[in-house]
């Protein structure tokens, strides 16, 4: 189902879920049991950040018995994410057209979109002035304050106060 988040039930499933509890944890436990018998473990090579025992109790069990990884779901939802792809490619045009690790006032990134058709674009979306058809030096400024640090694809900006300049900059890893 492409949008499962839509999908409407003809019972309500948190009702059906308590009638069927005891059904539904002696499952839950047969997978688990079946988990940690010996053998059976199937190696992720990665584990989530700082869950480590949520990939070994939850997500491993789900991946011995065929299911899909649900970490794939997260690559998916970013990938799919309109404001990420957004910021992604200001953050492209950033690194053709501007240097890395240079601050710059928002005019300064302004006035070098307006010399350029891809950059100018990709503000444009994040930053139309609602009259004149430029770009809004505070809508700008507001909407790179609320991505700093951001981490997209190794680069993130880093807002220098008081004088509100920004840079990006690659991060390692």
């Known amino acids: 189902m492409a949008q499962p988040e839509l999908r409407t039930f003809k019972k309500n499933v948190l009702d059906e879920a308590r009638g069927r509890r005891g059904k539904l944890v002696c499952a839950v436990l047969t997978i688990l049991r079946a988990w940690h018998a010996p053998g059976t473990a199937v190696g992720i090579k ?3 950040g700082s869950f480590e025992d949520w990939s070994f109790r939850v997500r491993s069990p789900l991946m ?3 299911q899909t990884d649900p970490c794939e779901s997260m690559k998916t939802v970013r990938e799919n994410d309109p404001d990420r ?3 992604s490619a200001i953050l492209d045009q950033w690194t053709t057209k501007l240097k890395i690790a240079v601050p710059y006032t928002v005019q300064d ?3 070098r979109a307006m010399t350029d058709v891809d950059f100018f674009g990709a503000l444009m979306t994040v930053a ?3 009259q004149g058809g430029g770009i809004s030096n505070d809508r700008l400024g507001r909407y790179l304050v609320k991505n700093n640090g951001k981490v997209i694809e190794r680069l993130s900006g880093d807002l220098q106060k008081p004088l509100i300049k920004l840079r990006l900059e690659k991060q390692s890893g």
């Open 46 to 48: 990665t584990t989530l």
């Open 64 to 66: 011995l018995f065929g």
């Open 85 to 87: 792809a957004a910021l």
């Open 109 to 111: 990134i302004i006035t």
């Open 128 to 130: 139309a002035a609602q």
